[in-house]
C-alpha cells in the first residue's frame, strides 16, 4: 500500500487544500517468483503427460494403387524361438551352436536388413535376451521384436 506523506514547506494549489499538498511514495515494485515458478512447473508437467499422447498418428484408410512396391521383395528375415526351445530362422530350425553362423551367411548372401525376433511369451525373459545377443553377434544391426496386438488395441482401432 502507498505511503502518504505531507510535503513540509509546500505551496498550496489554492483549490480548498491550503497548506495541504500531499506526496504519493511507492515502494519498488518486485515480481513475486514463487507464484511463477509453480505456474510454470504446472505447465511443463501438463506438457510431460501430453506430449506422448500427440505423437499417435491420425487413423486413415489409404487408397489402393496398382503401382508396384520400389525395390526387391526379399523373404523376411523371422528369428523364431519356440515354447520348447528349438529355434528357427525363418521356417527352418538350427541349433544354438549354428544360428550365429547361419545369419552370416544370410547375411553375406542377401545382405544387411532388419531382423524379426519372434518369441514365445511364456519363455523367461534371460532366453529372449540370450538370442537377441547371438543375432547381435551375427552381424545385423537393426533388430525388431514382434509381438500380437491385444483384442482391446484392434476394437478401439475399428471404432
Not at 506430449?51 to 528369428?79: C, D, F, H, R
Amino acid at each position: 500500500m502507498p505511503k502518504v506523506q505531507p510535503i513540509p514547506n509546500a505551496p498550496s494549489a489554492g483549490r480548498g487544500r491550503r497548506g495541504r499538498s500531499v506526496r504519493v511514495s511507492t515502494a519498488l515494485a518486485e515480481i513475486n517468483v514463487v507464484p511463477l515458478v509453480d505456474v510454470m512447473l504446472v505447465l511443463l508437467i501438463i506438457f510431460m503427460v501430453a506430449a506422448p499422447l500427440m505423437v499417435q498418428g491420425v487413423p486413415l484408410e489409404l487408397p489402393k494403387t496398382s503401382a508396384s512396391k520400389i525395390g526387391s521383395m526379399k523373404k523376411p528375415m523371422v528369428v523364431s524361438l519356440a515354447p520348447d526351445g528349438k529355434l528357427f530362422i525363418r521356417d527352418k530350425e538350427v541349433t544354438r551352436d549354428t544360428l550365429v553362423s547361419r545369419l552370416m551367411e544370410i547375411k553375406a548372401s542377401e545382405g544387411d536388413g532388419v531382423v524379426y525376433v519372434r518369441a514365445d511369451k511364456k519363455l523367461p525373459y534371460g532366453d529372449v535376451m540370450e538370442l537377441l545377443g547371438k543375432v547381435g553377434e551375427s552381424g545385423y544391426a537393426r533388430v525388431s521384436l514382434l509381438s500380437q496386438p491385444s483384442p482391446a488395441s484392434q476394437a478401439s482401432a475399428t471404432n
